[in-house]
């Protein structure tokens, strides 16, 4: 069914690529910018900031082709790739990632405006490495074909691996190593699974690797535990999820700021997009067994993220620390499985993107001035950089999701999510543990504002200069994003109700095989859980019964 | 005219974006006439709104105001929607009101500072997040002011934030208040789930008709609105930020941390009290908590040195009045000691602020004395609000309101509530006649310049006037905002004046003995401590969560990706080492290889044969 629709919209729309043309400009823009000499870095650094303002623009372009209304595939592209192995290159956007999509088009020029000044050798090949990196993270947010998405997967770990190995700090190469180590073994765990999926197809079937032809293949639950645990072992590393999160602050830590911003804004993201993805609705019997293990880790994440980020002296590390708690938040609202989590969780990965990309750049920002961000170094700055400092709090508030900015929004119905979720587990403990995180949060990043901004001033921070205009260019979109996001957060929630709605179902539906009588006890058995906390009456009336 | 509702929330908003974005670049007047006109028009706009209300109600007793949907997920709505009745009016009436006057004396008190914009840039956005708190119509927008007037709070706690010190006061209230506010999370989430709304009527509405009394959710609900109402309201045992709160400047000292903000959990009750109602046991909890503070608050107060730290004392205490009428039932008498104790309590605090501008910043009593000749308007107006405070009968409002608690406290709570409201009242007039004498009478310590202008004086004395006059208008009050008024006992009210002036008189004896500047005893010091709370929290807490987290910096579970490294590289040295290029430590290596595949060879090949014969044997 689903494929059909998939083959009908791309056979129908012959029209203007244009989800291609986003994915595959960056790429061109690489390719451009090698015609021009190294020397002339202004005009490298001039060219890619329009080239990918323009790719900005031309994203936006896709709302208006996006019906919000629908929860499928939409603006589909397909077409024969590889066909004796049935590899297609398809893609296709539904509400969840249209929106990172646009998350990724929107940091990148900023990622670019912002190291305009700290990126001082081989200028040329950093920003290749960065439009690479811009295509193959669009690339694999669009992609519909498992396949393909595996290549823009592994496509995003170059560039990465090159940001931090050559423009990164002093202890670079050893902290490339761990990121790289560690995201190759997920990674080649899920192209097993992948394989194994492939080679399930029932037999005399057309080969294929359409995402959509896999949605609601019948797997027995000891199958779906392994490729479940494949895929999700790949995406937690990537999340990272506690505890396979200790490559991440090591890598943020030398990371160049693009790198970090890079890293933070979107690349985690993509952990949690392919729990959205791949690894819930492909797997849905694994996941109802999983969930409390999954809720679990999201909230030990929380908690031990926010315990290790308060002992940081490194800003950055704090910064890191604090991702590490924040993404525990998205994991626990798609633990939930209610529309609320779901959507809290997608809102969540934007923000986070938003508001953690923006930390990094402030740091950037103190980190060229004073080539130090230890908080230990500074004090005081407010005074000498007062605008600076406004831009900071209104950062640090919504880090910490005060309402009336985007972080509120999203962690509120992520734990509103958890809280009415009627699955067969309670989730209401690890909501109020996972609380705790909110106050730890105020806790540990009001200390890192005052430590950093207040207090007596550093003699050394004295000619420190307030932000320029190429930071304000840099800073200004962020923080109304920031606002824009908290006050009429609907203009982005109401496009993704039905693909929330859609992953829901498919991560909820069981696919057990009809043989498999060992996995059909063990989901019964939830089931009877389930029904038996609606007797009791704990599991309530849903929001949408109740409204108004 | 009540169509202009959202204009009282958007004025200060709007002045709080002028000041913050223009701030520095205004001129010093310009600022001032935004900073002060915006929280002016906004009190002009709740008087009209307020002299329309009386004129002609509106049907229903309500009027609430759509503005926008904030957002929508699977059926659940919460809109930006203003709700406005009596109980809204009078809040903002005080708000607005107490507000203005102020705001007027800020532009005096902060006259020197650099960051005066920045001041009432926050000053603004503080008015305009309380005036959304009372406004709201959901909770949780009501939820967005009340983290908004604690963002407030916590910037102007660290307005001069050159001290370390006083970093560490904002964050401390901050944090501790946030611990409550996690709890009223916690009951927005219960709600939603249960009930399946958040706006607060309808809540209240299907809450009475789903709920039984005394059943297990409302009593989970509101003992965590309660949790959240203790910790913006210093309530015991969430007490322990305010009088660190007090490192602010005085004016904000004045404002949030004695007139509106520290009351916004007696309005969160007030507010929900149909909800309370259906939870006895927490509606014991409420009298229980408000009972225990207002003494805790009242010994302390007594024994500060520092004169903003006795009024910040004084607040909780007082606030404890509050809490114990609401959990007797008697919302409307705890709105009401709101309502006189925000005149009143911010009096005395701008007049605190006045002794200090005299005095460069010495705030402790036992170094001031006699400047009731040097400051006569400061002196007047303190000690009437000092009257109030006290509870004075007759005169002052401060009595009408406290009587009407002990009142409510002894028909509805019985003779121990009232007891202990009674202690608290004698506790109170001991404790500001104290400072009182301490500060103004006597001989003259401390050098002292004469007052200030107008701009001081004006806000004093309008305040001092409603310090007295608030009272008289109590049966007006109680039925504006409940329908219907009760009267006091007079045998009680005679009681409560004799205690109350009975505590300045032992006051006054023991000022005449020199009592009050003998040195500490251990209790004294206690007491002043705050009964040892920051002690017993920062071991129980802040230590452990440091000491982990210090002890953890390096992250234990990197050393599991650490360690697999390492045993890789172990083994690589390993392997290294027998490549050393001599032939008698190859054939070493082979020798021994070949001994132990023999012994492997030996030891596992036995008892194979041994274990096919048993199997051989045992089958028939």
Not at chain 1, 292 to 313: F, K, N, R, S, T
Not at chain 2, 354 to 380: Q, S, Y
Not at chain 2, 473 to 484: P, Q, S, T, Y
Request: positive net charge; aromatic residues 12%; glycine residues 10%.
């Amino acid at each position: 069914m689903e494929l059909e629709v998939v083959r009908q919209t791309a056979d129908a729309a012959g029209g203007f690529p244009w989800l291609s043309a986003v994915t595959w400009l960056p790429m061109l823009g690489a390719l451009l910018l090698m015609a021009v000499p190294r020397e002339n870095t202004g005009l490298l650094k001039g060219l890619t900031l329009a080239w990918t303002v323009a790719i900005f623009g031309l994203s936006l372009g896709l709302l208006s082709g996006f019906d919000g209304l629908n929860g499928g595939f939409q603006l589909v592209e397909s077409k024969p790739w590889i066909e004796a192995f049935g590899i297609r290159y398809a893609v296709g956007v539904d509400g969840i990632s249209l929106y990172l999509v646009l998350l990724s088009t929107f940091l990148t020029p900023l990622i670019i405006l912002g190291s305009w000044t700290a990126i001082e050798k081989r200028v040329k090949e950093f920003l290749i490495c960065f439009l690479v990196l811009e295509t193959a993270m669009i690339g694999a947010l669009v992609s519909l074909d498992i396949f393909l998405f595996y290549i823009f997967w592994e496509l995003m770990l170059i560039p990465m691996y090159l940001l931090i190995g050559v423009w990164g700090g002093t202890n670079r190469i050893q902290a490339t190593i761990k990121f790289f180590l560690y995201t190759a073994v997920g990674s080649l765990l899920m192209l097993a699974a992948i394989f194994y999926m492939y080679a399930q197809r029932p037999d005399g079937s057309a080969p294929t690797f359409l995402l959509t032809d896999y949605y609601g293949m019948r797997f027995s639950l000891k199958e779906q535990g392994f490729l479940f645990g494949a895929f999700a072992l790949a995406f937690a590393v990537k999340v990272p999820m506690f505890p396979f999160h200790t490559w991440l602050p090591r890598a943020h830590v030398e990371a160049p700021t693009a790198g970090s911003v890079v890293l933070a804004g979107v690349l985690l993201k993509m952990g949690t997009y392919g729990f959205v993805r791949f690894a819930m609705p492909l797997f849905p019997d694994a996941v109802q067994v999983a969930i409390p293990y999954i809720a679990g880790l999201a909230v030990i994440g929380i908690v031990y993220g926010a315990l290790l980020a308060l002992a940081q002296g490194d800003v950055k590390k704090l910064v890191a620390y604090s991702s590490v708690s924040h993404l525990g938040f998205v994991m626990l609202g798609l633990a939930a499985l209610t529309p609320q989590g779901f959507e809290g969780a997608v809102l969540q990965m934007i923000n986070h993107g938003i508001s953690t990309g923006a930390l990094f750049l402030l740091v950037g920002v103190i980190y060229e001035r004073r080539h130090t961000r230890n908080m230990a170094d500074f004090g005081g700055l407010s005074r000498v950089m007062p605008w600076f400092a406004v831009i900071f709090m209104i950062v640090t508030l919504s880090s910490i999701a005060l309402p009336g900015t985007n972080g509120f929004v999203g962690e509120f119905l992520v734990f509103m999510g958890a809280f009415v979720s009627d699955g067969p587990y309670d989730l209401r403990w690890y909501v109020a543990v996972g609380a705790t995180g909110v106050i730890l949060g105020a806790f540990y990043m009001l200390w890192m504002f005052q430590r950093v901004m207040f207090g007596p001033k550093n003699p050394k921070n004295d000619g420190m200069r307030d932000l320029s205009k190429r930071e304000w260019t840099v800073l200004a979109p962020l923080v109304v994003a920031i606002f824009a996001l908290g006050v009429f957060p609907n203009f982005i929630l109401k496009n993704i109700h039905p693909s929330v709605d859609r992953a829901i179902q498919l991560s909820t539906a069981s696919v057990l095989r009809d043989d498999d009588a060992e996995g059909k006890a063990t989901i019964e058995a939830l089931q009877k859980r389930k029904e038996a906390r609606k007797a009791e009456g704990r599991a309530p009336a849903t929001a949408a019964e109740g409204a108004r | 005219m009540l169509r202009l509702a959202w204009l009282l929330p958007a004025l200060p908003f709007a002045g709080f974006v002028a000041l913050a974005l223009l701030g520095r670049r205004l001129p010093r007047a310009t600022a001032t006439a935004v900073g002060v006109g915006s929280v002016g028009l906004a009190f002009a706009v709740a008087v009209a709104i307020g002299a329309a209300w009386l004129a002609a109600p509106p049907a229903g007793g309500a009027y609430v105001q759509h503005l926008w949907r904030w957002f929508d997920v699977a059926g659940f709505a919460p809109d930006v929607a203003l709700f406005v009745d009596p109980l809204a009016l009078v809040m903002c009436g005080v708000v607005t009101g107490v507000g203005f006057l102020i705001h007027v004396y800020a532009t005096e008190y902060m006259r020197d500072e650099p960051g005066y914009a920045r001041f009432f840039a926050s000053m603004n956005l503080f008015v305009g997040s309380m005036l959304t708190l009372v406004l709201a119509d959901d909770l949780l927008l009501l939820y967005l002011g009340w983290e908004g007037v604690g963002l407030c709070s916590y910037l102007l706690i660290g307005f001069w934030y050159r001290d370390a010190a006083n970093g560490r006061a904002a964050r401390k209230a901050f944090v501790v208040t946030r611990v409550g506010d996690t709890a009223f999370a916690i009951a927005l989430f219960l709600i939603v789930r249960e009930l399946g709304t958040l706006e607060i009527d309808e809540v209240l509405v299907r809450a009475a008709a789903q709920w039984p009394a005394g059943g297990t959710l409302a009593i989970l609900v509101a003992a965590l609105l309660l949790a959240g109402a203790a910790g913006k309201s210093a309530q015991a045992p969430l007490q322990v930020w305010l009088p660190d709160a007090m490192a602010g400047p005085t004016p904000v000292s004045a404002l949030i941390h004695a007139a509106t903000m520290v009351t916004a959990g007696v309005y969160l009750i007030a507010r929900m009290n149909v909800l309370f109602a259906l939870a006895p046991p927490v509606m014991t909890a409420v009298m229980i908590v408000g009972a225990a503070t207002l003494l805790l608050g009242a010994f302390s107060a007594l024994a500060q040195r520092d004169l903003k730290r006795v009024l910040a004392y004084s607040t909780i205490s007082q606030i404890g009045y509050m809490f114990l009428a609401l959990g007797v039932g008697a919302w409307s008498a705890a709105v009401f000691h709101l309502m006189t104790h925000a005149f009143f309590k911010a009096l005395l605090f701008l007049g605190a602020g006045a002794v200090l501008l005299a005095t460069h910043h010495e705030g402790d009593v036992l170094k001031l004395g006699g400047l009731r000749r040097r400051l006569p308007v400061t002196f007047w107006t303190f000690v009437i609000g000092g009257a109030a405070l006290a509870g004075v009968p007759l005169v002052t409002a401060g009595f009408f309101s406290k009587d009407a608690i002990l009142w409510e406290a002894w028909s509805r709570g019985g003779p121990v509530p009232w007891a202990v409201g009674l202690l608290g009242a004698f506790l109170t007039a001991l404790y500001v006649s104290r400072v009182i004498l301490l500060t103004f009478f006597g001989e003259q310590k401390h050098a002292a310049e004469p007052e200030r202008g107008l701009r001081i004086q004006l806000p004093l004395v309008a305040l001092a006037a409603l310090s007295i006059g608030g009272g008289w208008v109590h049966g007006g009050f109680d039925r504006f905002l409940a329908g219907d008024a009760h009267g006091g006992e007079a045998l009680f009210e005679v009681v409560a004046a004799v205690i109350s002036l009975a505590g300045v008189g032992v006051a006054w004896l023991a000022w005449r003995r020199g009592l009050w500047a003998r040195p500490d005893g251990a209790l004294q010091r206690f007491w002043r401590s705050g009964w040892g709370f920051d002690a017993v929290y920062h071991t129980l807490f802040v230590r452990p969560y440091v000491w982990f987290a210090r002890a953890n910096a390096r992250d234990v579970f990197d050393r599991g990706a650490d360690a697999i490294a390492g045993l890789a590289r172990g083994g690589n040295r390993l392997l290294v080492a027998s490549q050393d290029g001599r032939v008698r430590t190859y054939v070493a290596g082979l020798a021994l290889g070949a001994v132990v595949l023999l012994a492997i060879g030996v030891i596992f090949a036995r008892p194979e044969p041994a274990g096919a014969e048993t199997a051989t044997e045992v089958r028939p």
